[in-house]
């Protein structure tokens, strides 16, 4: 049975005003994102016949400006990187090879792969592009994570139950839910913002699942669950989980029932408090 120490502070630090994060992982700083949605428009003409002009350029800018100021060794992205299921069409293929063709050299790249991701691991390989041209490596990973570190930070998508070893980390990292609140104010206006969730695992989903036999809080039982961070999506038309709408439903199996506590956070770092009660 492993038994790791866990830190008393997190190692996630949401970067004001942006859904992405700094991770420090071992000697390592990674750039946290989720839910790129690459080709998104595209996908609302194909599925549903709502032309919205493309916004990949500023999704783009907003990225490579985001590595540019924060000089990371690795960018991770928690899936979704693109939007369609399957093999990516002409609009959304074209957006990620630029995209590739935009950042820095050297920077290393791991996608864990979403739901929407489709066999992106069949063409996002090196002397294929859009990586022929990118030095750095990239490597894809399956959606229920890994973990980066010495077992410091779980990074999986959320769309199925985490591995093991991501239980093992201090925090673990998802996307996947698009997590939003809804906000009302004094007048009876209404708006919808991306938000962050913060807070502990509960152990009672995960229990039982005979794959988590031997993951070291499980069997200590003891009160020290890992840290939990749901982040917020990278693609700001994309939607999400009204997290604070009484008898809304998550998206990632073990939630909300994985929460022992969770806490919304807007992208400016106010804190809202516990989530269903905002």
Known sequence: MVDRSRPSVTRVEPIPNEPAAIAVAGTERALLIADYHAGYEAGLRYEHGVDVPSHASERRERLC?????????????????????GEPGGAERGELEVLFESFP?????????????GRIETWLTAGQAPMSEH???????????IALGANDIGVCHGHTWPAPDVLECAVVCLGHEHPCVRLVDELGGRRVERAWLRGRLDPTPFRDRPEYDGVSWLE???????????????NDLAG?????????????????????????????GTRLGPYESV
Not at 135 to 145: A, I, L, Q, R
């Open 240 to 268: 999400g989980t009204w997290v604070n709408r009484s008898g809304q439903s998550f998206l990632a199996p073990f939630l909300p029932a994985g929460f022992a506590s969770a806490e919304a956070y807007l992208l400016d």
């Open 105 to 117: 050299s050297a920077l290393d790249v791991t996608v864990v792969k979403g739901n929407h991701d």
């Open 220 to 234: 200590r039982g003891d009160d020290s669950p890992p840290q939990v961070v749901v982040m917020p999506a990278f």
């Open 135 to 145: 030095p750095g490596s990239v490597t894809v990973v399956s959606g229920d994570g």
């Open 65 to 85: 400006s985001l590595l540019e100021r924060t000089d990371p060794d690795r960018l991770v992205v928690l899936g979704d990187l693109m939007h369609s299921i």
